[in-house]
């Protein structure tokens, strides 16, 4: 029954590496989100995709690269991780933009 | 946040009301929300506001928006440990594709 899942929950990891975090909603919503949050809270957009199509890209290092296979799945691909990725991603998702926000559990990435 | 700034803390004693206060700078925005985020868990909508009220009340939670000043409240009445989260104020751009977060206010409540 959950509505936006996300996995892995905890993702620990060496720099350098290369990781995915899969993201998945049963809502039927036609928009869906990434958002880093930092260890002081602070929580910013990432992307937002509208029917699968990029709409916002906030000035996110290519490393990452998001990637929409339907409506329902948004995952993320980070390339060569670095020590300044470690925080929590959330995934959201709306129906269109404006509207209320489901997010998932978030998933905790450590880069060692 | 980006132009969406709050005060970080407020504490409160069980049964008193809480006032968390929030400015944000594009008079564009058309839709402006609280969110609520409980320890280890993602955010949940708590309630939100269009920039053409007010005011919107919600049970114990009072949104008052003053649109000329861009400043929007959240009144918690009442309120209860179970309240204790980080609340997040936001406003929606880019056709509400874009939402900026303010940074948060830790409420703590103490019994």
């Known amino acids: 029954d959950t509505a936006v899942s996300q996995t892995p929950k905890y993702l620990v990891t060496q720099m350098g590496n290369d990781k995915s975090i899969k993201c998945e909603q049963n809502?039927?919503?036609?928009?869906m989100y990434w958002y880093k949050q930092d260890s002081k809270k602070f929580l910013k957009i990432m992307f937002s995709?509208?029917?699968?199509?990029?709409?916002i890209n906030e000035t996110v290092p290519n490393r990452f690269s998001p990637k929409s296979p339907d409506k329902a799945h948004l995952n993320l691909h980070i390339n060569s991780l670095e020590l300044g990725d470690s925080a929590v991603y959330f995934c959201?998702?709306?129906?269109?933009?404006?509207?209320?926000?489901?997010f998932g559990p978030g998933t905790r990435l450590t880069v060692l | 946040g980006e132009d969406v700034e709050q005060s970080l803390f407020l504490s409160v004693r069980e049964g008193d009301s809480s006032v968390i206060n929030c400015t944000y700078t594009?008079?564009?925005?058309?839709?402006l929300y609280w969110y609520k985020q409980e320890p280890g868990a993602g955010l949940q909508l708590l309630t939100y506001?269009?920039?053409?009220?007010d005011m919107k009340q919600d049970q114990r939670l009072t949104v008052l928006l003053n649109k000329k000043d861009k400043h929007l409240s959240l009144r918690i009445a009442d309120t209860q440990t179970g309240d204790s989260a980080i609340y997040f104020c936001?406003?929606?751009?880019?056709?509400?594709?874009?939402?900026?977060f303010g940074a948060g206010t830790r409420l703590f409540v103490k019994a």
């Open positions: 936001a406003e929606a751009r880019t056709g509400g594709f874009k939402t900026i």
């Open positions: 506001i269009f920039s053409n009220m």
């Open positions: 809502l039927g919503h036609d928009t």
């Open positions: 594009d008079s564009s925005s058309t839709y």
């Open positions: 995709y509208n029917n699968k199509e990029l709409i």
């Open positions: 959201a998702s709306s129906q269109e933009g404006g509207n209320e926000q489901f």
